[in-house]
């Protein structure tokens, strides 16, 4: 058995807002939302090559978003070039930042910001072997 895909699924109990959140805020690229007659079904973003699925909450299978629950049990890692650049970019526009952009021991510089739902994202940069500590 090969894999041939990894496919990260979030949450949402309004996929709309957070799909506009992931592109306008954090510069993720639309990947679509998907209609019904009953609203919006599906979204999807794009992170380079690597897609995020949007699905909405669902009580009876037990998908509901982080807000909902009140805490969250894991969350998203992105890299990005500039990732002070890129939060001074999240945080103007009024983001729910976690943290401010810091050099980590694992060779990361990186902050930390929630989106609309609760789910934790880490934006970062990797340092190079010489600047992790």
């Known amino acids: 058995m090969e894999f041939t895909d990894l496919i990260p699924l979030l949450a949402c109990s309004d996929i709309e807002a957070e799909h506009d959140f992931l592109v306008d805020v954090l510069g993720l690229e639309s990947g679509g939302l998907e209609r019904t007659a009953g609203g919006v079904v599906h979204g999807e973003v794009r992170a380079g090559e690597r897609r995020i699925w949007l699905h909405r909450t669902n009580v009876d299978d037990g998908l509901l978003a982080p807000r909902t629950l009140g805490a969250a049990g894991g969350g998203l890692v992105v890299h990005v070039d500039d990732v002070d650049a890129h939060y001074d970019r999240a945080r103007a526009a009024g983001a729910e930042i976690v943290y401010a ?11 930390g910001v929630r989106d609309p739902e609760g789910h934790t994202w880490w934006i970062g940069t990797p340092m190079a072997p010489s600047a992790a500590r």
């Not at 980590?104 to 990186?110: A, L």
């Open 101 to 111: 952009p810091r050099d980590q021991d694992y060779g990361q510089r990186e902050y």
